[in-house]
């Protein structure tokens, strides 16, 4: 992940929060009061991936435990730093599904645009940790980007992804989304995000009103594992979301020491639920190097699943997957 652009001259307050963002090991692990063990360990690996956490982020951590499945979330550990088979830099085929112009195209009807590398906060466990944004993301290929998808006619949904495609300005998004807009042949859009959750400060009416009079029809994709990262803001900004005509969908990934439990599933479920916002996808971890921690066996989470349903009703219950290199559509387990 890159760090966000400069602020400019009179910047919107998220974007003052934005920068505010926690990027020293040592002043994460003293402002939650955490072991001055830990700091050796995450100054190391943030070398390697760099510590990203919104001061939102923080108050939703419990202080002093070293276990909360916030915590685990946005901490450096050493387990990061070693070598796992089977975990490597590209786990899911980014690559080589990759067009030129930050458009990545894997799934039928669909193409993902990498609109930057910035993020709010840097998951420990994120797929694209070691993605090349420097030399592939649309805010370097303005202009290409919507000539190249006016030559897709097949394309008929586009999905803003990154890094986080709500940390762009307003400016650059409503230029990004009118030029999408623009094209005769999409009909959906889909944003992946994370903020939501971690800067609900974000979701400005100026936002909400710039998606509720787009063109296309839009979903906003969340990315909540917890059901703790469910605040009071996140909860108002949904609900004015909703009101603007916008679906609102979850994914989760399924983390051992964070959401590995039913009952922790069911919680995120229910209250997804209660609040307007579907459970979508519930992702097996994707293998990428420094991530092995988190993993756990196909077998136990296929059980979680199983025990999941056995407490849900249907449309509570997301769907298992995992995202293979190469393949046309996500594979259920």
Same mark, same amino acid.
């Given at each position: 992940?890159?760090?966000?652009?400069? $602020?400019?001259?009179?910047?919107?307050?998220?974007?003052?929060?934005?920068?505010?963002?926690?990027?020293?090991?040592?002043?994460?692990?003293?402002?939650?009061?955490?072991?001055?063990? *830990?700091?050796?360990?995450?100054?190391?690996?943030?070398?390697?991936?760099?510590?990203?956490?919104?001061? /939102?982020?923080?108050?939703?951590?419990?202080?002093?435990?070293?276990?909360?499945?916030?915590?685990?979330?946005?901490?450096?550990?050493?387990?990061?730093?070693?070598?796992?088979?089977?975990?490597?830099?590209?786990?899911?085929?980014?690559?080589?599904?990759?067009?030129?112009?930050?458009?990545?195209?894997?799934?039928?009807?669909?193409?993902?645009?990498?609109?930057?590398?910035?993020?709010?906060? /840097?998951?420990?466990?994120?797929?694209?940790?070691?993605?090349?944004?420097?030399?592939?993301?649309?805010?370097?290929?303005?202009?290409?980007?919507?000539?190249?998808?006016?030559?897709?006619?097949?394309?008929?949904?586009?999905?803003?992804?990154?890094?986080?495609? $709500?940390?762009?300005?307003?400016?650059? *998004?409503?230029?990004?989304?009118?030029?999408?807009?623009?094209?005769?042949?999409?009909?959906?859009?889909?944003?992946?995000?994370?903020?939501?959750?971690?800067?609900?400060?974000?979701?400005?009416?100026?936002?909400?009103?710039?998606?509720?009079?787009?063109?296309?029809?839009?979903?906003?994709?969340?990315?909540?594992?917890?059901?703790?990262?469910?605040?009071?803001?996140?909860?108002?900004?949904?609900?004015?979301?909703?009101?603007?005509?916008?679906?609102?969908?979850?994914?989760?990934?399924?983390?051992?020491?964070?959401?590995?439990?039913?009952?922790?599933?069911?919680?995120?479920?229910?209250?997804?639920?209660?609040?307007?916002?579907?459970?979508?996808?519930?992702?097996?971890?994707?293998?990428?190097?420094?991530?092995?921690?988190?993993?756990?066996?196909?077998?136990?989470?296929?059980?979680?699943?199983?025990?999941?349903?056995?407490?849900?009703?249907?449309?509570?219950?997301?769907?298992?997957?995992?995202?293979?290199?190469?393949?046309?559509?996500?594979?259920? $387990?």
């Amino acid at each position: 992940m890159i760090t966000p652009t400069p $602020l400019s001259a009179q910047p919107d307050s998220w974007q003052i929060e934005l920068a505010r963002a926690i990027s020293d090991p040592k002043a994460l692990i003293e402002t939650l009061g955490l072991p001055p063990s *830990l700091l050796e360990a995450a100054i190391a690996s943030a070398q390697v991936f760099p510590l990203r956490v919104t001061h /939102h982020y923080l108050d939703l951590i419990e202080p002093g435990d070293p276990g909360d499945p916030l915590l685990r979330q946005v901490l450096p550990l050493a387990d990061e730093k070693t070598d796992v088979p089977g975990f490597t830099s590209d786990p899911v085929g980014d690559r080589e599904a990759a067009l030129g112009h930050g458009l990545l195209q894997k799934y039928h009807g669909r193409a993902l645009v990498v609109t930057t590398g910035a993020c709010a906060i /840097h998951c420990r466990y994120c797929f694209r940790r070691a993605f090349p944004y420097t030399e592939d993301a649309a805010t370097r290929h303005w202009e290409q980007l919507p000539q190249r998808l006016a030559l897709m006619p097949q394309i008929s949904e586009v999905i803003l992804s990154g890094g986080d495609p $709500l940390t762009l300005s307003d400016h650059r *998004l409503a230029r990004l989304l009118g030029q999408l807009a623009g094209i005769p042949h999409l009909k959906r859009l889909r944003i992946h995000s994370r903020i939501p959750s971690v800067l609900p400060s974000r979701i400005t009416e100026a936002l909400i009103d710039m998606l509720r009079h787009s063109r296309l029809a839009t979903s906003l994709v969340l990315h909540c594992n917890h059901a703790r990262e469910l605040s009071p803001a996140l909860l108002d900004a949904a609900s004015r979301l909703r009101q603007a005509g916008i679906t609102l969908l979850n994914q989760s990934v399924l983390l051992k020491g964070v959401n590995d439990s039913v009952d922790t599933l069911r919680d995120l479920s229910e209250q997804l639920y209660e609040h307007g916002i579907l459970p979508y996808y519930l992702h097996a971890l994707d293998p990428v190097a420094g991530a092995a921690h988190f993993a756990l066996p196909d077998q136990r989470a296929v059980a979680l699943h199983r025990e999941l349903r056995n407490r849900l009703p249907g449309y509570l219950v997301p769907r298992l997957v995992r995202e293979h290199a190469g393949e046309l559509c996500k594979t259920p $387990l």
